[in-house]
C-alpha cells in the first residue's frame, strides 16, 4: 500500500478533529476524500504531510511513517495545499528549477525535470511570465507541477479546482487523472461530480469519524434502504395524506406541484395510483430517481 491510515486520531484541546479512523490507498488509485466543512479532511491531510503530529495511531507513505521518518515521508509526498501558496514575483521556470533545488536536485537533472514539468502541466505558453499575472487555472498548474517536480510516491490534493472556470476544472481533472495511472493520489473535494469523474475510491469523514470508504461503483450499498420517486401533480396536494401512504417514509417539495417521495424496498407505486383515485389528484407524472452522490453524501453526514 502507498498510503496506510491506522487507527488515526487528533485531539485539539477537548474536540477530536479526527476520531479513529483507517483507510488504505494503493498506487495508481486516486481517492476522493470527502466530508462537510469541519469534518476532519484537512486535519488528515496535514496529518499525512508531517504538518501536525497526530495524537494517536499512524500514517504511512511509500512505508515511512509520519512520526518517526518524517523527511523521508516528505520525499515522498506532494502537496497541493487549498490556498496554493507561490512567489508570485517569480518566473513560472525560475520558481519550479528553485523548488527543485530544494529538493537536492542539479545541473542537467534540474533543468530536464523542470522542463518536463512544463511540459506535464501545459505551461510551456506561460514559463517565461511572472507568476503573479497567470490566471487562477495557470496558478493551479504551477501549484501541481512543484508538488511533482520531485517524482513523489503519492500526492495530496486539496480542493485543487476551487475558483476555477469550467474549462480549467476539465483540463485541471484531466490531469490529476493522468497523473493518478503512476501515482497514489488523495484529492479533497466538494464537488461530486468531480469525484465521480477521477475517483476510484471515496471516503466519507463526518464529525471525525467515517461513514463510508467504498470504491465509486459499491456507493449504491448506501441506497438500499430509501429509494426515491419523483412525481408531478396537476395541482399542490396535501403532503401529510401521501406521507400516510403505507411505505412512504417522507415527501418533500421539490418546486411548484413536484415532490420527492421516499420509500424502502417495497414498491409505493400502485399504491400512489390509489391515492391518487381516492382524493382526486391529478398525476401528471412520476419517475424513479436515479440516486446521485450528492444524496449519498447527504444522508451520510446529516
Not at 530544494?102 to 537533472?109: D, I
Request: glycine share 8%; proline share 3%.
Amino acid at each position: 500500500m502507498s498510503v496506510i491510515v491506522s487507527n488515526l486520531t487528533k485531539i485539539y484541546g477537548t474536540q477530536r478533529a479526527i476520531d479513529n479512523i483507517s483507510f488504505e490507498v494503493k498506487q495508481g488509485e486516486i481517492l476522493g476524500l470527502l466530508g462537510p466543512n469541519g469534518a476532519g479532511k484537512s486535519t488528515t491531510m496535514k496529518i499525512a504531510t508531517c504538518y501536525v503530529p497526530p495524537t494517536s495511531g499512524s500514517v504511512t507513505l511509500a512505508g515511512y511513517d509520519v512520526a518517526t521518518q518524517p523527511m523521508l515521508v516528505r520525499q515522498n509526498v506532494g502537496y497541493l495545499p487549498e490556498h496554493n501558496p507561490l512567489y508570485l514575483d517569480m518566473y513560472v521556470h525560475e520558481y519550479l528549477h528553485f523548488i527543485g533545488s530544494l529538493h537536492g536536485m542539479r545541473g542537467n537533472v534540474l533543468h530536464s525535470r523542470t522542463r518536463q514539468m512544463i511540459d506535464m502541466t501545459g505551461l510551456g505558453i506561460e514559463q517565461n511570465k511572472k507568476i503573479g499575472v497567470l490566471s487562477k487555472g495557470y496558478r493551479q498548474r504551477v501549484g501541481l507541477a512543484q508538488a511533482m517536480i520531485h517524482e513523489p510516491a503519492v500526492l495530496i490534493l486539496d480542493e485543487p479546482t476551487t475558483g476555477l472556470d469550467p474549462n480549467q476544472i476539465v483540463e485541471i481533472r484531466n490531469l490529476i487523472k493522468n497523473i493518478g495511472r503512476e501515482k497514489t493520489v488523495i484529492l479533497s473535494t466538494h464537488i461530486m461530480q468531480e469525484v465521480q469523474a477521477i475517483c476510484d475510491k471515496v471516503v466519507i469523514i463526518n464529525a471525525g469519524k467515517i461513514v463510508a470508504n467504498n470504491a465509486i461503483d459499491q456507493l449504491k450499498q448506501y441506497t438500499h434502504a430509501t429509494r426515491i420517486l419523483m412525481a408531478e401533480f396537476e395541482h399542490a396536494i396535501d403532503t401529510v395524506l401521501l406521507k400516510a401512504i403505507e411505505g412512504v417514509s417522507d415527501v418533500t417539495v421539490v418546486e411548484g406541484n413536484k415532490y420527492e417521495i421516499f420509500y424502502g424496498e417495497t414498491d409505493v407505486r400502485s399504491l400512489i395510483f390509489a391515492a391518487c383515485q381516492t382524493h382526486g389528484w391529478v398525476l401528471l407524472g412520476m419517475t424513479q430517481k436515479e440516486t446521485s452522490l450528492e444524496d449519498i453524501f447527504s444522508r451520510l453526514t446529516q
